[in-house]
RNA sequence: GCCCGGAUGGCGGAAUCGGUAGACGCAGAGGGCUUAAACCCCUCGGUUCGACAAGAGCGUGUGGGUUCGAAUCCCGCUCCGGGCACCA
């Protein structure tokens, strides 16, 4: 071991010089980056625009490997785009409010401010350690009493455009967080997406944004936006278009003929073709009309099966899925069938659910299986109206067939007929055609404190009031005891609740609820275009000059939840007025990378399967562990943490510092003069170098970008190493280009590197330029093949024609053993790649 | 059930327009440097037969098809992952 300080102290400057120490490099670059302001940029900046924004993360204490990945993606693109002669906007901020930071106050007391901001502040310095670059002058917080005074602000406008509103309805309480949730942050187990815990059905009345009035825009507008497919599907399968009829069945007397005074029922169906089938109908158990269409004798009946359907939770109802069974009870009712103006029975059954369509449903066995399955379990009558193919054995036929017990519509395929029976109760005054969505009104208010509170006062006389835009921002108060029991301190807490009411001037109490985070996350954006702005949350020039987003990076678990609001809030400002009116979409571009898993399961805090980057960032570098990143797998791709090859990169990076840095090779055996033919070719393979690191660039093929940067350095070493030497010049411009390529990857070695070869700032210099002539190799392999298989690869000149690869190919020994004296019947010819001889 | 993706060596992956399958890396083997080890440098690795050679056969989940030629295109199937789902 005294070897290396023998070393040492035989030379300290040469060591101390050329020795890559990541620690030192990396710190001062960074330094350097955030003194100098390289990628602060002014809204009258005159490039052309680029605005790349990573997802704003949650405020959780130092960098953990799913943020390392994520923002070194986004640092990649920044400072690609910026060699390319953009002017980028990289802004970065925090998305303070949230649970974990009140969760922790009730354990220790702790405001969540002071919690928080010192999460924050853990987390700057960890994104600066991973070499990540932003425009600091433009960093936000969505708890910063100016972002809270503009959340609230938009959410006066909203309820004035009447997009937000309170309503009683049914919504989901989580036992864990004690708050209600939206449909989107229920699992599809029925538990919190958040806590785990099991989520219950409550009767609340909360505050909504009305997100459905835009669920077609939401659908239709999926189609121009380049996302990855798979996200946009997520989305419409959320919204869940459903285009049908709605239909009025009247309701019978005892003779069974309709009766005029009472109302019909309304029913939403998809197949109003199948009318003529109507065997049945059924109520959801939650239907208000549910008393009033039961007979005498049925109440009894009919309120256990209420009650019972009542009891069963969420968990439960989805345990029973799949089950046949078909629960249901008669109402000892009868409605008729507007078809055939025949009276059928009416039922209610736990599988109608009230939250969609009009909470009824005409029953035709014939072509739905659900159907087919009552009617069998209640002995009701089964009627097909479509024809189903010859062999067919199934129960219900879902399928496309003509029409058959119709009448007027036998004969029609499904499409058809499903057009003229609309266009038939549309005629008729007994229905309409009509368009379900599954979507449903985004759930803003949640029962905690750490959030935006929400800006209203409740008054006695006047109900609930809007708080005057001069009276915001509505802060949280400082001075709160946080219970174990998880109320929020706010609901005792005098000195919040306090207010007058902004109509009567009377006495008020101010509204305790706080919004979604997902509030906060739905606007950041677009602040960050106008970020000082003190008169609006951002002025609508700031933000055409850069939304939308041109490239958005986040996490695949925001398929839903986030996309899905921003898109909302974006069409919903420029509706009114806020954002700039051609504005419709806030991400043009989004990519959404893979996430970390760690012995199987996915790298999280709450599944303690962490990995520190600090460790790696000490001992082996932030470009080491940004290299390694890229490198080991196509970037939205899931990825295990045991293929991951940090200690193969540092060691590339030890090579790429031997090589730019001289010690690979004696300066003085470098050539001048003429050039020879290796050294021409790896100056074609420079160019060609650039030309693909580029292409991978434009692709997000990153780990493929690696890869050519290994090869190319590969080649450089049996360049400097071959006897003749290197060329002196060619190899400067050889690791110019390497250098140069790879700054975006790895901004801090090559940052030193270039230094210390010319002086100036790697990340200042424009992309380089692949001469499209350098391109091409000068000598290419030929194949050959014999039918098609590999019989001989020859080395031409990459000019060659038809006719000399043929003669070529023909001359090869091994090819003529193939050929065994024989003439080929057919050649197919490639010049210069392939030659195929066919016997 | 409906809608999206996938499947390539021991491993992660590459093959961008239908034309050399396995780039690059990890793990492994051999060699060089060294008193020695580490570092570093070079070389070899799909598989079977063959002799460790030359050479040949087989190979991209599976069965067919199109084509001079298929990992790539088409049809069927298997398995894996994701989304939606008693949604009328």
């Known amino acids: 071991m005294p070897d290396r300080d023998d070393q040492r102290r035989d030379d300290p400057d040469r060591y101390d010089q050329n020795r890559y120490d990541p620690g030192a490099v990396e710190g001062r670059w960074q330094r350097r980056w955030r003194d100098e302001g390289t990628y602060e940029i002014d809204n009258d900046d005159s490039r052309p625009g680029f605005y790349v924004l990573s997802m704003y993360p949650y405020p959780s204490g130092p960098a953990h490997m799913g943020h390392v990945r994520n923002y070194t993606f986004g640092d990649l693109l920044v400072r690609y785009r910026t060699m390319l002669g953009d002017g980028v906007l990289s802004p970065i901020g925090f998305d303070s409010f949230g649970l974990p930071a009140e969760n922790a106050a009730i354990r220790t007391g702790e405001h969540p401010r002071t919690f928080t901001e010192a999460r924050i502040a853990e987390l700057s310095s960890s994104l600066q350690r991973i070499g990540a670059v932003y425009d600091w002058r433009r960093v936000l917080c ?65 505050w909504f944004f009305r997100i459905t009035a ?142 969609y369509g009009t909470g009824a449903i005409m029953g035709v066995p014939g072509e739905d299986q659900r159907d087919w399955e009552f009617a069998v379990a209640h002995g009701l009558p089964i009627l097909r109206t479509v024809e189903p193919p010859e062999g067919f054995d199934g129960e219900a036929y879902p399928g496309d067939g003509p029409s058959i017990n119709s009448d007027w519509l036998d004969g029609l395929g499904v499409a058809a007929a499903i057009e003229r029976a609309a266009d038939w109760l549309e005629s008729q005054g007994l229905g309409r055609r009509k368009v379900n969505y599954r979507l449903r009104d985004w759930l803003v208010s949640r029962q905690r404190f750490w959030g935006c509170p929400i800006p209203m006062v409740r008054c006695e006389a006047c109900g609930y009031q809007p708080v005057p835009a001069e009276e915001l921002p509505i802060l949280l108060p400082d001075d709160v005891d946080f219970q174990p029991t998880g109320q929020s301190p706010l609901n005792a807490h005098e000195g919040f609740l306090a207010a007058s009411c902004p109509a009567c001037g009377g006495p008020a109490r101010r509204e305790t609820d706080t919004m979604d985070t997902f509030v906060d996350s739905s606007w950041y954006f677009l602040r960050f275009a106008d970020p000082a702005n003190d008169r609006a949350p951002f002025s609508a020039e700031a933000a055409a000059r850069w939304l939308p987003v041109d490239q958005y990076i986040g996490g695949i678990e925001h398929a839903i939840l986030h996309l899905m609001y921003a898109r909302f809030f974006t069409k919903a400002l420029a509706d009114i007025g806020v954002a700039p009116a051609g504005l419709s979409e806030p991400f043009a571009r989004l990519f959404t990378q893979g996430m970390i898993r760690l012995g199987g399961a996915k790298m999280s805090k709450s599944r303690g399967n ?146 210390r070869r010319c002086g100036r700032h790697i990340h200042t210099e424009a992309w380089p330029v692949a001469e499209a002539a350098k391109l091409a190799a000068e000598r290419v392999t030929l194949v050959v093949q014999v039918n098609g298989k590999v019989r001989d690869r020859l080395e031409v000149d990459a000019a060659i024609d038809e006719t000399e690869a043929l003669r070529c190919a023909l001359a090869s020994e091994r090819v003529q053993r193939h050929l065994d004296g024989a003439s080929p019947r057919r050649v197919i010819a490639r010049p210069p790649k392939l030659v195929n001889l066919v016997l």
């Not at 005074?149 to 455009?161: C, D, G, P, V």
């Open 142 to 206: 969505s708890h910063d009493p100016e972002y809270i005074r503009w959340t609230q602000w938009i959410f006066l406008k909203l309820y004035e455009a009447g997009l937000a509103y309170r309503a009683e309805a049914p919504v989901n309480w989580c036992t864990g967080c004690r708050t209600v949730l939206a449909n989107e942050q229920v699992l599809p187990d029925g538990t919190c997406e958040r806590s785990g815990d099991p989520v219950e059905d409550r009767e609340l009345a909360q």
């Open 214 to 355: 835009y669920a077609q825009r939401l659908l239709d507008d999926t189609d121009s936006i380049d996302w990855p497919e798979r996200v946009k599907n997520m989305q419409r399968n959320w919204i869940g278009r459903s285009a049908g009829a709605e239909l009025a069945l009247p309701i019978a007397d005892a003779e069974g003929r309709p009766r005029a005074d009472v109302a019909p029922i309304q029913v939403f169906t998809t197949r109003p073709d199948t009318g003529f089938g109507i065997t049945y109908a059924v109520l959801s158990p939650e239907h208000p009309r549910v008393a009033e269409l039961t007979s005498p004798a049925q109440r009894p009946a009919v309120a256990a099966f209420c009650r019972e359907a009542a009891d069963r939770s969420e968990l439960q109802r989805l345990s029973a899925e799949g089950r046949l069974d078909k629960r249901g009870v008669a109402c000892g009712t009868s409605v008729i069938n507007p078809f055939t103006g025949q009276a059928v029975p009416l039922f209610l059954a736990d599988y109608v659910l009230m939250t």
């Open 610 to 755: 962490l990995v520190a980057p600090e460790e790696i960032l000490d001992r082996q570098g932030a470009d080491a562990l940004r290299l390694a990143h890229l490198q080991v797998k196509p970037p939205q791709d899931d990825v295990d943490w045991e293929d991951f090859g940090i200690d193969g990169c540092a060691k590339f990076l030890g090579r790429v510092w031997r090589l730019a840095a001289g010690e690979a090779h004696p300066a003085s055996a470098a050539r001048s003069g003429a050039l020879t033919a290796a050294d021409l070719e790896i100056d074609r393979g420079a160019h060609r170098l650039v030309d693909r690191v580029r292409r991978d660039f434009d692709r997000w093929s990153y780990n493929t970008a690696v890869a050519a940067c290994m090869e190319y350095t590969n080649e450089l070493y049996r360049y400097v190493s071959a006897p003749e030497g290197p060329h002196g010049e060619t190899l400067d411009g050889a690791l110019d280009r390497l250098l140069l390529v790879m700054a975006p990857m790895v901004p801090h070695i090559t940052a030193e590197l270039w230094e």
